[in-house]
């Protein structure tokens, strides 16, 4: 008969396979933990009784497997390959199997003795679940030790959403180079990454629609991109004044190659126009910014960006403020509506009262 059972401050389980008793503990003073701890060694047993014993893999294998074969793009690997240095040197000698939550504690406690903060540990975690899901599918593992672990405890890291007045791109603009300002233009007028941006060709503009048709995206998920008046003029001018018609990219050397990357030219027109703390991403935050605020609601924001989930967007919902002030002066004509009928009702019984009064 299986079961489980406790001794002291620790449960043990215990169960009868093929004439052999088992008898183990689960090193675990939660009963659900030792219940779970059963059920796997029961299957384990039982695949051995079939000839049917999975070859076990250690996580170093599986990291390095999972790296080489990701469809994901080259800068998401790159990022997590940082993660997957700490994975392997922590837990990259225990197999798969071995992986549990108690495993996982250890991991996080380790890591928050060196100082790292929980956005890093968040991003681990976030790495690893992302390995464990990959070797189910290859039949490796059938659970992920990530997924019922307890993250609460991690704080979670408020996303960046620095962006820009009006008056202060108007500087930024003014300061910048002219090779660098319709780059600025069509990134605060599209909310294209920069990768999008200067990965651009003449086949993605499709102008008779004022549209920019994105096939590499970093969800892997082609979009469009309405260009505005301001985003079309821009793109317009940039054709019209070609040093290199054959090139197919939109912003080019004057071999024709692609742009490298405007960091230097960015950062100095930012510091000539004494603008602090702001990246090139921090574009996109503004155009997002700007779309709330002129009224633009999120879903539409949320397909132009290319976010996967609508959530992603709502970071940028506390800088709506109309629709809130018109909502809460709605409420308030309302309640005060309100006070008024039960007033006169009040007055009309009164009144009622006294003319029944001899």
């Known amino acids: 008969m299986a079961g489980v059972y406790r001794r002291g401050d620790v449960w043990w389980v215990r169960f009868r396979m093929g004439g052999v008793h088992v008898r183990r503990s689960a090193k675990t ?29 250690l996580l170093t294998e599986a990291i390095d497997r999972f790296l080489e074969e990701s469809a994901l793009k080259k800068g998401t690997i790159e990022g997590y390959r940082f993660n997957a240095r700490t994975l392997t040197r922590l837990l990259g000698s225990l197999h798969l199997d071995e992986i549990d939550r108690r495993a996982l504690a250890e991991f996080v406690a380790i890591r928050k003795r060196t100082g790292v903060t929980d956005a890093t540990i968040r991003r681990d975690l976030a790495v690893l679940g992302s390995v464990f899901t990959t070797v189910i599918r290859w039949g490796w593992a059938d659970t992920s030790p990530v997924t019922a672990f307890n993250k609460r405890a991690l704080k979670l890291s408020r996303p960046r959403t620095r962006f820009l007045m009006r008056e202060e791109f108007d500087r930024l603009h003014e300061a910048a180079s002219d090779d660098l300002r319709p780059i600025l233009v069509l990134a605060v007028e599209t909310g294209m990454r920069k990768a999008e941006l200067l990965g651009l060709t003449l086949g993605n503009l499709d102008l008779r629609r004022r549209e920019a048709h994105l096939e590499d995206t970093k969800s892997s998920t082609p979009r469009r991109v309405p260009l505005s008046p301001r985003a079309f003029e821009t793109v317009r001018e940039l ?42 991403h921090d574009l996109r935050h503004t155009f997002a910014s700007w779309w709330v605020q002129d009224g633009g ?33 709605r409420v308030a004509q309302k309640r005060t509506q309100e006070r008024i009928n039960r007033l006169d009702e009040g007055a009309k019984r009164q009144g009622a009262e006294d003319r029944n009064q001899p």
């Not at 219940?35 to 014993?53: N, T």
């Open 29 to 57: 003073s939660k009963k659900a933990e030792a219940q779970a701890f059963l059920a796997k060694l029961m299957e384990e047993h039982a695949q051995a009784a079939r000839g049917e014993v999975r070859p076990r893999h």
């Open 297 to 329: 609601d999120l879903y539409r924001l949320s397909r132009i960006l290319g976010h996967t989930t609508l959530q992603m967007s709502s970071r940028y919902a506390h800088l709506r403020t109309n629709d809130l002030h018109e909502e809460i002066e």
């Open 239 to 280: 054709l019209e004044r070609r040093s290199r018609p054959r090139s197919s990219y939109l912003f080019c050397k004057p071999d024709g190659t692609r742009i490298g990357n405007p960091k230097k030219a960015f950062e100095g027109a930012c510091r000539r126009a004494g603008i602090d703390d702001f990246h090139f």
